[in-house]
């Protein structure tokens, strides 16, 4: 049990957010669960099920139907208010910084769903949890929020947006008894890490990512950055001279394949 009892998780059709659904779940619990692929949502929902918790799901995509999605956010919460609300879903390209249109079409997609898709999901409920005084947020960014892979540019300023987004709202509501916690992990096994061609550094699987994320955002952390370790190594590179840390990030080359 996770002490939250009414909580929307988008990206919860599989990976990292379909292991936080399930282990959010257990009796007295109520879960909005979003994504674009119904089927895999309805699974979802039904393992949510078995372990007592009951799981509603709306198919949607956060590049296109972003109104939708934060009417049903908003319905669900005026039905009984979400005590929590996790911006998870996310989707990764390999755009080299090579200008040509199709670069530019995929760094926009990966804007509009990292960043934009994940202030549609949060936004609506922060005015509600703002005025009870009480609520709580988790926004999945990345390690690539502290500096750019070199293969992925697009990707890196998503969630580089998200992470300080998500910092700046911390700051501003906290005093109003709403807490944010920006996640940051490094690498775990889903689909999208499975088209990452090149090192994978203290890879971990789904649930274990989930298990550490879910544990800081029980506990009101600020920040959650997991591994540690990678998470430290990107920030010191931060800290050096920058032809150094560009350096070292061109030793560390990780191209996406083509979804
Ligand atoms: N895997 C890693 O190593 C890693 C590392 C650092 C950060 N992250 C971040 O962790 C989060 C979860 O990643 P994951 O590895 O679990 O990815 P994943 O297995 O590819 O799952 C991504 C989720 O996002 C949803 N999604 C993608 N595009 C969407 C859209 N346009 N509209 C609505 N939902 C959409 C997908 O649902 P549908 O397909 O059903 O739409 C799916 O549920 C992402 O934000 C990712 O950037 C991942």
């Known amino acids: 049990m996770s002490g ?29 669960l979003l994504g674009r692929d119904g089927a895999a ?72 769903v990292n960043l934009i898709g994940a202030m549609a999901v949060a936004g609506p409920l922060l005015p509600r949890f703002a005025a009870r005084r009480a609520g709580a947020v988790l926004l999945v960014a990345s390690v690539a929020a502290f500096r750019g892979p070199v293969d992925t540019p697009g990707y890196a300023a998503s969630k580089a947006g998200l992470r300080v987004w998500g910092e700046a709202l911390r700051a501003a509501l906290s005093p109003s008894g709403v807490r944010v916690t920006v996640a940051c992990p490094g690498f775990f096994e889903s689909r999208m890490s499975a088209a990452w061609r090149g090192p994978r550094p203290l890879l971990m699987p789904a649930d274990r990512a989930a298990e550490l994320i879910l544990r800081g955002f029980r506990r009101g952390a600020a920040r959650v950055d997991v591994p540690l370790a990678l998470a430290l190594l990107l920030r010191l590179l931060d800290l050096l001279p920058p032809a150094l840390g560009d350096r070292a990030l061109r030793l560390f080359r990780t191209r996406i394949a083509p979804p």
Not at 84 to 111: H, K, M, Y
């Open 4 to 32: 939250f009892r009414r909580i929307v998780v988008s990206g919860a059709s599989r990976g990292l957010g379909a292991a936080m659904a399930r282990r959010l779940s257990g009796p007295g619990v109520s879960l909005l």
């Open 41 to 112: 949502l309805a699974r979802v929902a039904t393992a949510c099920a078995e372990a007592g918790a009951t799981a509603e799901t709306f198919a949607a995509d956060l590049a296109a139907e972003r109104e939708a999605i934060a009417a049903r956010i908003l319905a669900f919460d005026d039905e009984a208010p979400c005590d929590a609300v996790i911006a998870n879903a996310g989707l990764a390209f390999g755009t080299a910084p090579d200008g040509t249109p199709e670069s530019w079409r995929q760094s926009a997609l990966q804007a509009e």
